[in-house]
């Protein structure tokens, strides 16, 4: 039996840099499943770059970068005077869990909407940008029971904005997904992290490892964290030796539309 492994792109739509990176993992390289941020100034341009390409679209709810598409008087909770979001440092230097789980579901409900008008059907598959907050999450699985979306969540006891290590684990649906993301590490090597996950496969579920590829350009460099591990992503995901590896292992590549 062959080990599965499902490879994920988050942040479509985060810039144009950014876009251009991800269709570049997708095209020439092992992406098969991409969540999109439908809030952002580049959405539509991520969108149009990777709209007729056979693969896995999810919605990468996002709720620190940005504006709403909601009425910001609609979510005081979420947004500063301006109403814009509030960032995610906000959220990681506030104790207290602001997020008000019904304001919450406001947001969701503007971007799954936008989701739909953009691509005239369901996401495939249903989550968040990482932020520290489990009222959010918690209004995320809500908000894919109520509407029967496929709910790619957390780990238990994980924090998405720190590593997350080989052995958490959820389920999407029925099937057990072995969750790794390593990009925040200070000395991420994502080729490692890769090699290591299809050294050492699970035989009971699917190896799931989130990636953020991307390049960079002037947006990116000033409202995220996370930069030349994008630029890392994107050519190991493009690199043949790391295909001619995963193929000498005989991973099985899966996408949120097989689960």
């Given at each position: 039996m062959r080990n599965k492994l499902l490879l994920?792109?988050?942040?479509?739509?985060?810039?144009?840099?950014?876009?251009?990176?991800?269709?570049?993992?997708?095209?020439?390289?092992?992406?098969?499943?991409?969540?999109?941020?439908?809030?952002?100034?580049?959405?539509?341009?991520?969108?149009?770059?990777?709209?007729?390409?056979d693969i896995a679209f999810g919605q990468h709810t996002n709720i620190c970068v940005g504006?709403?598409?909601?009425?910001?008087?609609?979510?005081p909770s979420l947004v500063e005077s301006d109403g814009s979001f509030k960032s995610s440092n906000?959220?990681?230097?506030?104790?207290?869990?602001?997020?008000?789980?019904?304001?919450?579901?406001?947001?969701?409900?503007?971007?799954?909407?936008?989701?739909?008008?953009?691509?005239?059907?369901?996401?495939?598959?249903?989550?968040?940008?990482?932020?520290?907050?489990?009222?959010?999450?918690?209004?995320?699985?809500?908000?894919?029971?109520?509407?029967?979306?496929?709910?790619?969540?957390?780990?238990?006891?994980?924090?998405p904005n720190i590593s997350i290590g080989s052995d958490a684990s959820i389920f999407v649906g029925e099937t057990k997904i072995y969750m790794v993301m390593e990009s925040m590490d200070k000395d991420y090597d994502p080729w490692e992290t890769l090699k290591n996950m299809a050294e050492n496969a699970h035989e009971d579920g699917v190896d799931m490892m989130i990636c953020h590829p991307g390049y960079l350009d002037d947006f990116i460099l000033n409202h995220s964290s996370l930069l030349i591990p994008r630029t890392k992503e994107v050519a190991?995901?493009?690199?043949?030796?790391?295909?001619?590896?995963?193929?000498?292992?005989?991973?099985?590549?899966v996408g949120y539309r097989d689960l």
């Open positions: 994920r792109a988050d942040d479509l739509g985060y810039s144009e840099a950014v876009n251009y990176g991800i269709e570049k993992s997708v095209k020439e390289g092992l992406i098969n499943n991409v969540g999109i941020m439908l809030n952002m100034r580049a959405t539509k341009h991520g969108y149009h770059l990777l709209k007729d390409q504006r709403p598409l909601a009425n910001p008087k609609d979510i906000t959220y990681r230097n506030t104790e207290e869990d602001f997020v008000v789980f019904e304001e919450a579901l406001i947001e969701i409900e503007a971007q799954y909407q936008q989701f739909l008008y953009l691509f005239k059907r369901k996401p495939d598959y249903f989550e968040g940008h990482a932020i520290t907050s489990k009222t959010f999450f918690k209004a995320l699985e809500y908000f894919a029971k109520e509407n029967n979306l496929k709910y790619s969540g957390v780990p238990d006891g994980e924090d190991m995901l493009i690199d043949e030796r790391m295909k001619a590896f995963l193929d000498e292992r005989g991973m099985e590549f």
